[in-house]
């Protein structure tokens, strides 16, 4: 009997990306999430909450890409969602297809270096995520 093995590709360790981020005094976590809510990775939540974050993250950027739409119209991009609330701020931006990196911090934070790193890790992200092509893939069965 020819049982099908699924394949299945090891995921992507992304925490690197999250470091640098980590390092912007006043923030206090950061995560990479997917569209349809789970993570990807995250800076020492525990998983419980790092899965609850995922899901209401992932409503609210489907509320905020469907208020763009809305109001804007077309293909309008998202770009950032941000909330802020008294005991600090969320920051999401888009990092790669169907990818976010979200950041929470205190109130105290300097929005414009998190903005900034954020901006410099999801570049990161991007390269990380791609998948370069094989060597082996261009060559011949024969090794020719």
Request: charged fraction near 20%; hydrophobic fraction near 45%.
């Amino acid at each position: 009997m020819n049982a099908r093995v699924p394949v299945t590709k090891p995921k992507l360790d992304l925490s690197f990306v999250l470091t640098p981020i980590l390092e912007v005094p006043d923030v206090q976590h950061a995560m990479v999430v997917t569209a349809d809510g789970f993570f990807e990775a995250h800076s020492g939540l525990d998983n419980e909450t790092a899965e609850k974050l995922s899901a209401v993250l992932a409503s609210l950027l489907a509320s905020a890409r469907g208020t763009s739409l809305t109001y804007y119209g077309g293909e309008a991009a998202l770009r950032q969602v941000m909330v802020e609330t008294f005991d600090g701020y969320v920051f999401v931006i888009p990092a790669a297809e169907n990818t976010y990196l979200a950041v929470f911090t205190g109130p105290g934070v300097a929005m414009d270096s998190v903005s900034y790193e954020m901006q410099k890790q999801v570049q990161t992200l991007g390269k990380a995520m791609a998948s370069p092509p094989r060597d082996d893939a261009t060559r011949s069965p024969s090794g020719a």
